[in-house]
Nanobody, 124 residues
Framework: QVQLVESGGGLVQSGGFLRLSCAASGLTFSWYAMGWFRQAPGMEREFVATISRDGAATYYSEPVKGRFTISRDNAKNTVDLRMDSLKPEDTAVYYC?????????????????WGQGTQVTVSS
């Protein structure tokens, strides 16, 4: 049974930082590209960042580019999202997701496995 478990969310002031982590089990982690998505209340789930299977390639959405950093550790089956210079508009539930394949994808439909999400709230 595949499980993705996010952690590290919380409440932070504008300009602060958080580090999210996602622990994967039940799959051959190095076969999967990993992504982070987020969903604010009343909004559709949106792409945040993705990292290739070997960690060599990353891709970010425009709103987070230059502030967020995605990384992975295939030995530990984890993928992290370092979020700096947080803004109130970053407030959302953040999800990690796994996609079997190469290249980058921003589409939720291409990700097979999802975590339960972790809440990030940025106060102004």
């Amino acid at each position: 049974q595949v499980q993705l478990v996010e952690s590290g969310g919380g409440l932070v002031q504008s300009g602060g930082f958080l580090r999210l982590s996602c622990a994967a089990s039940g799959l051959t982690f190095s076969w999967y590209a990993m992504g982070w998505f987020r969903q604010a209340p009343g909004m559709e789930r949106e792409f945040v960042a993705t990292i290739s299977r070997d960690g060599a390639a990353t891709y970010y959405s425009e709103p987070v580019k230059g502030r967020f950093t995605i990384s992975r550790d295939n030995a530990k089956n984890t993928v992290d999202l370092r979020m700096d210079s947080l803004k109130p508009e970053d407030t959302a539930v953040y999800y990690c997701a796994a996609r079997l394949g190469v290249g980058s994808s921003t589409s939720t439909q291409e990700y097979k496995y999802w975590g339960q999400g972790t809440q990030v709230t940025v106060s102004s």
